[in-house]
């Protein structure tokens, strides 16, 4: 069956620091790779997309980047944190055939 | 492009009571619809999808949705609420597109069961 993990599950960080969250799929190959925001009390923001390695499409210019270097690992980074970048990041996975899609538990990232 | 409207952000209910969650749409060509839940600090669960065939759709823990294509809904409902069943759902629509579907979310609806 598939899986999906994402890691660190919490994170504190001061403004100015770098970020780095990962996330990895098991059991699928070739599949579409989603990062995901939500600011409290807020719905989910999408923020990056991938249909396949190297291949990284932004939907929302901001502070934050994405790599996918291996066909079932995603990475959200970030070069130097801002306040408003706080929040609940989640990794999912998806076929793209009927926009079905499957969460991570959640990274949620606080910056100080 | 296609658009998702939960109407309620907060709906609170005393267990046992019944309930339903609204979600309308707006598409132009053909959707898949979902309902997803998210307990605290957890990511989203699928709770139940429409894909095709029967408009009714039902989870395994009792919620039920209709796809009601003349109206553009698929609200949630459940006879009987219970404490465990507090949490954030959100309603997803996608449709077919040629680089495949994308998913999008409802601003969500917080169900408070309270005893």
């Known amino acids: 069956s598939q899986t999906i993990h994402q890691w660190p599950a919490t994170l504190v960080q001061p403004v100015g620091s770098p970020l780095s969250l990962e996330c990895t799929v098991e059991g699928t190959s070739n599949p579409n790779l989603y990062w995901y925001r939500q600011a409290a009390g807020r719905g989910l923001q999408l923020l990056f997309y991938s249909v396949g390695i190297g291949q990284i499409s932004s939907e929302v210019p901001q502070n934050l980047s994405a790599s996918r270097p291996q066909d079932r690992q995603f990475i959200l980074s970030s070069k130097k944190l801002l306040l408003s970048d706080s929040g609940f990041y989640l990794c999912?996975?998806?076929?793209?055939?009927?926009?079905?899609?499957?969460f991570g538990e959640g990274s949620r990232l606080t910056v100080l | 492009a296609q658009s998702v409207t939960q109407l309620d952000s907060q709906v609170p209910v005393f267990e046992e009571a019944p309930v339903e969650l609204r979600c309308n749409y707006s598409?132009?060509?053909?959707?898949?619809l979902f309902w997803y839940v998210q307990y605290p600090n957890q990511g989203l669960q699928l709770l139940l999808k429409?894909?095709?065939?029967?408009?009714l759709v039902e989870s395994i823990n009792g919620f039920e949705a209709e796809f009601n294509k003349s109206q553009t809904s698929f609200h949630l409902r459940k006879p009987s609420v219970h404490i465990s069943d507090t949490a954030e759902y959100f309603c997803?629509?996608?449709?077919?597109?040629?680089?495949?579907?994308?998913?999008?979310f409802g601003e969500g609806t917080q169900l408070t069961v309270n005893p």
């Open positions: 598409s132009s060509v053909s959707v898949y």
């Open positions: 997803a629509v996608s449709a077919l597109e040629t680089s495949g579907s994308r998913l999008t």
């Open positions: 999912a996975w998806g076929t793209g055939v009927t926009g079905e899609l499957f």
């Open positions: 429409y894909l095709s065939g029967s408009t």
